[in-house]
Each structure stands twice: as structure tokens, then as C-alpha cells.
């Protein structure tokens, strides 16, 4: 079955202090892995689509990396309007055109 | 419109009530999915639907959840006999691609917060 877990659960983070947040999979047949940011209240935002091992996609901050197994997330230097909730999602072989989304990471990043 | 609205943004109904929630995506947007987000929990696929094909309804709970798309744009979820389960937050999302590539993916509306008391 396919499975999508994030880790850790919550994160708290001071201002610029660099960290990683990660997101494990279990899928028949990737057909991409996608991280999106949630702020509370609102719907979740597109941030990177990743098809294969050894991709990365960066955005200001952000840097997502993918292998086989895990996705990882890695804020460099982050700001408080970096706190939200970031999901991780998978489209895979066993479900057509549907996501598969992990639990979510929640972040915050104190001034 | 620039994003994918719904409304209304915050319902409140009796348990045994019907529900009737609306999305309007982001115009030309062929792909359109409903997501349940209940609260602590990760989102849950309900329905998709692909310009004229017929819609993908393998993730509705139940039989009292159904769902339409009029004229390949605006889709209404409703929801019969409402259940004090069925409170969460009801997202929407379409996508220029059926398979949500490109450098966009899906596009998230700001979901309705129903609550059934």
C-alpha cells in the first residue's frame, strides 16, 4: 500500500538556524513527489514537483532533494514568515491521478 | 479569476442536513479534485474530474457524498444527511495538466470549514 510519513511531527526553529525536514515514501511506480506549504486558515501552496532520484528544486530558502525512499526539505536560514505547515504528497502507479499526501510537518521559525 | 475560490468559506449545519459546497477553478483549468482535510490528519482524496471523462469517485466515503462538474468548470460537492464526521475542511484544487506537471501543479482554493453540530 502506499504510504507517505513526515517527519518530525512539529519543528521549532530560531531565526537562521538551518534544518531539514523529511518526508519517507512507499509507492508503486513514482510518478512524482510534490511539497507544498499550508499557512493556517488556507489552502495548501505549490512549491516543487520532483520526478527522480538525484533531482533537486530550489526556491529563495528552500532546496528539495529526492531519492529513492525520501524526500527531504532543507531551509537554509529561515525567516519567521517561513512558519507553516509543509505537506508532502505522491502520485504513483496505484492511484491514477490521485495524491497521496503525508501528515504534514509544522513548522515555526521564532524571531 | 487569479485563484480557485469556494464558498462558502465557513458552514455551520445541523446534523441530517444536506450541504451543498462550490468551487469555481482557475479558468481553462481542465483537472479538478476535492480533498477532505480533517483536523491533525493529512489530506484525503474524494473525487476528480478531467475535462469530459467521467469523474473518478474511488476516494467518496460514502454513498451521501456525491459531486458534479457543470460544463467542465464550476463543481459542487454535496454532502446528504450530514454526519458529526463529516466536519472538516473541504479543498478544492484544479490544475492546467491532468497529471499536475509543469512548474504550477495543483492550485489550492482556501477550502470551506464545515461543521456539523
Known amino acids: 500500500e502506499d504510504q507517505v510519513t513526515q517527519s518530525p511531527e512539529a519543528l521549532r526553529l530560531q531565526e537562521g538556524e538551518s534544518s531539514s525536514l523529511n518526508c519517507s515514501y512507499t509507492?508503486?511506480?513514482?510518478?512524482?513527489l510534490f511539497w507544498y506549504r499550508q499557512d493556517p486558515g488556507k489552502g495548501p501552496e505549490f512549491l516543487f514537483t520532483l520526478y527522480s532520484a538525484g533531482e533537486e528544486k530550489e526556491k529563495e530558502r528552500l532546496k528539495a532533494t529526492l531519492t529513492k525512499k525520501e524526500s527531504f526539505l532543507h531551509i537554509t536560514a529561515p525567516k519567521p514568515e517561513d512558519s507553516a505547515t509543509y505537506l508532502c504528497a505522491v502520485r504513483g502507479d496505484n492511484y491514477g491521478q490521485n495524491f497521496v499526501f503525508g501528515p504534514g510537518t509544522r513548522l515555526s521559525v521564532l524571531p | 479569476g487569479a485563484g480557485v475560490s469556494q464558498s462558502p468559506s465557513n458552514k455551520v449545519t445541523e446534523k441530517g442536513k444536506d450541504v451543498e459546497l462550490r468551487c469555481d477553478p482557475i479558468?481553462?483549468?481542465?483537472?479538478l479534485y476535492w480533498y477532505r482535510q480533517s483536523l491533525g490528519q493529512g489530506l484525503e482524496f474524494l473525487i476528480y474530474f478531467q475535462g469530459n471523462s467521467a469523474p473518478d469517485k474511488s476516494g467518496l466515503p460514502s454513498d451521501r457524498f456525491s459531486a458534479e462538474r457543470t460544463g467542465g468548470s464550476v463543481s459542487t460537492l454535496t454532502i446528504q444527511r450530514t454526519q458529526q464526521e463529516d466536519s472538516a475542511v473541504y479543498l478544492c484544487?484544479?490544475?492546467?495538466?491532468?497529471?499536475?506537471?509543469?512548474?504550477?501543479?495543483?492550485?489550492f482554493g482556501s477550502g470551506t470549514r464545515l461543521t456539523v453540530v
Open positions: 484544487a484544479s490544475s492546467l495538466f491532468p497529471t499536475g506537471q509543469g512548474a504550477y501543479g495543483y492550485t
Open positions: 509507492v508503486s511506480g513514482l510518478r512524482g
Open positions: 479558468s481553462g483549468h481542465t483537472a
